[in-house]
C-alpha cells in the first residue's frame, strides 16, 4: 500500500469514487492524474476512501500500483481526523465519516477534491473545489 507521509506540496485529494474511477481505467480520470503529475502534484486520501474502493488486490493492479507510488500519500483516520469528521457530520446533518475525512483532509491542505458524488462533497462543504469524475 501507499505510505502515509506529511507532505506541504501542493496536491489533489481523492474520494473513492475517483479511486474506482481510476480501477476502471478511466480516460478521464487517468488524464487527470497524468496533469497533475506533470503539475509536481501529490495526490492524497483518507485511508477509509482506500477501503471503500478496495476489493480484490489481484484483480486491482492499477489501483495497486498507484497506491504504492511516492506520489500518494494514504492519511491515517486518526483520533484528530475521526473527531473533526464527527463534528462536520453533525453540523451538516450526514453520517457518512469517510466522504467527511475526505473533506476535512481538502481543507487543511487546501486541496481540490476529485470526487465521483459531488453532490455528497457538497453537502458537506458548499465551498470545497470540486473537481467531478
Not at 32 to 49: K, T
Not at 53 to 74: H, K, P, T
Amino acid at each position: 500500500m501507499g505510505r502515509t507521509r506529511t507532505r506541504a506540496a501542493t496536491g489533489i485529494t481523492l474520494d473513492a469514487g475517483a479511486l474506482i474511477a481510476l480501477d476502471r481505467g478511466d480516460k478521464r480520470m487517468i488524464a487527470l492524474l497524468d496533469r497533475a503529475l506533470a503539475q509536481g502534484r501529490v495526490f492524497r486520501a483518507p485511508s477509509g476512501v482506500v477501503g471503500q474502493a478496495w476489493r480484490n488486490g489481484r484483480g486491482q493492479a492499477i489501483l495497486a500500483r498507484f497506491l504504492r507510488s511516492e506520489e500518494v500519500e494514504i492519511v491515517p483516520l486518526d483520533e484528530h481526523l475521526a473527531r473533526s469528521c464527527g463534528e462536520l457530520c453533525g453540523a451538516t446533518n450526514t453520517s457518512d465519516i469517510i466522504d467527511a475525512s475526505v473533506v476535512i483532509l481538502a481543507r487543511e491542505r487546501r486541496d481540490p477534491i476529485v470526487t465521483g458524488d459531488p453532490n455528497h462533497i457538497r453537502r458537506l462543504d458548499p465551498t470545497a473545489t470540486i473537481i467531478p469524475v
